[in-house]
């Protein structure tokens, strides 16, 4: 197997991280070159009486990079074992379209393998939201492995004939 080059999207909201402290547990690491955590927040841009204002702006960017450095940092704890010791790289960002900004990034760094949770929406209720993992599944350059909430996967097979 060739040395593997590791993106991890890294979210910042709970029931997605669990999957990922999970899956970090379970993988096994020997064949991996590098590790990225990617985390990328979304831009927005509003139209107001007055003009277009864009959030996060330059200025509250600028304070935000810190504290999620930070927070990549301890969650790379969480999921990387203390055995692994190749170089684990953070990569922060802003962009109107997290999901081509990912696609980039993974091209430019020659991901073997990214790593995305997903909420795992389905049916009538995933019909209406656009999913950044299905994205990723659909046109990131690399392998995709996508990780799920463990009460999915148990209501699953709960629920299996």
Not at 20 to 45: A, M, P
Not at 60 to 84: G, Q
Not at 119 to 124: A, D, S
Request: net charge negative; charged share 25%; hydrophobic share 40%.
């Amino acid at each position: 197997m060739r040395p593997q080059r590791i993106v991890i999207a890294l979210p910042i909201e709970e029931d997605l991280l669990e999957p990922l402290h999970e899956w970090g547990r379970r993988f096994d690491f020997t064949h991996v070159e590098s590790i990225h955590f990617v985390h990328i927040v979304k831009q927005n841009i509003t139209p107001l009486e007055f003009g277009l204002v864009e959030s996060p702006d330059n200025g509250t960017y600028a304070e935000m990079v810190p504290t999620l450095n930070k927070f990549a940092k301890d969650e790379a704890r969480k999921i990387i074992p203390d055995t692994f010791k190749g170089p684990v790289e953070f990569h922060i960002t802003k962009d109107f379209h997290p999901e081509e900004e990912i696609i980039d990034i993974l091209k430019n760094l020659k991901a073997t393998l990214v790593i995305v949770a997903t909420r795992g929406k389905h049916g009538f209720e995933g019909l209406f939201h656009s999913s950044f993992t299905d994205y990723m599944v659909k046109f990131a350059p690399c392998d995709v492995f996508v990780v799920r909430p463990e009460r999915l996967t148990t209501e699953y097979f709960d629920q299996a004939p």
